[in-house]
């Protein structure tokens, strides 16, 4: 079956560094998602691998290891603003998408 | 200037009831979607339309019907609304069906409360 796991709570410092893991399994893979949902509204597209390697963008970097089926989200200079709920999601053969439950990420002042 | 929108943002009613839910996205894109978000936050994709036809229906049941007047527009009727119903509905769409740009671009969802 097709399979995302992800932690479910995570807890960090304002300034600090946090890393949120997620492994999966699918049927064909086209590509590993990470998306942000504050409470109570609609998920957001934060960034997009296919190539195993890091992708960096501002304060935020990817990491995908298709051999190991293994990605991260690194989040550095963490901010209040960035408390929210990080979904992981791979793409299988057919181009669907297959969404991991999130990982809730509180920040502590 | 929004790019997907849903209408209303919440919906209160009876078990029983039928109720629709309408989506439209002003961003060009072929393909939409319907997800469902229940209260352990899973998203489970419903239906997926690339332009006004069906390609995806995940086993939900027939008193949920998708509809499509135009790839700009995507509605979610609900029959005989049940308890378990309740939920946030989004929709979403993106470009097509395949590939890279397939990043998909949520509304900002429709919370239902059936009592």
């Known amino acids: 079956g097709q399979n995302i796991d992800q932690p479910t709570e995570m807890t960090a410092t304002e300034g600090a560094i946090v890393q949120i893991n997620c492994t999966y399994q699918?049927?064909?893979?086209?590509?590993l998602f990470w998306y942000q949902q504050h409470a109570g509204e609609a998920p957001t597209f934060l960034s997009y691998n296919v190539l195993d390697g890091l992708e960096e963008k501002g304060r935020f970097s990817s990491f995908l290891s298709r051999s190991k089926g293994y990605s991260y989200l690194l989040l550095k200079e963490l901010q209040m603003k960035d408390s929210a709920s990080y979904l992981c999601a791979a793409m299988d053969s057919n181009y669907q998408l297959i969404w991991g439950a999130g990982t809730k990420l509180i920040i502590k002042p | 200037d929004t790019a997907v929108s849903q209408t209303p943002k919440y919906l209160v009613t009876q078990m029983g009831n039928d109720k629709s839910i309408k989506c439209e996205q002003n961003?060009?894109?072929?393909?939409m979607y319907w997800y469902k978000q229940d209260s352990k936050k899973f998203l489970k994709i419903m239906f997926s339309y690339n332009n006004k036809e069906l390609i995806i229906n995940e086993t939900v049941p027939n008193r949920f019907s998708p509809k499509s007047p135009d790839k700009a527009h995507l509605n979610l009727h609900i029959n005989s609304l049940e308890l378990g119903d309740s939920a946030v509905y989004f929709c979403a769409s993106s470009p097509g069906t395949s590939g890279p740009q397939e990043t998909q671009y949520f509304g900002p969802g429709t919370r239902l409360l059936v009592l």
């Open positions: 699918t049927s064909g893979f086209n590509g």
């Open positions: 961003l060009g894109h072929d393909t």
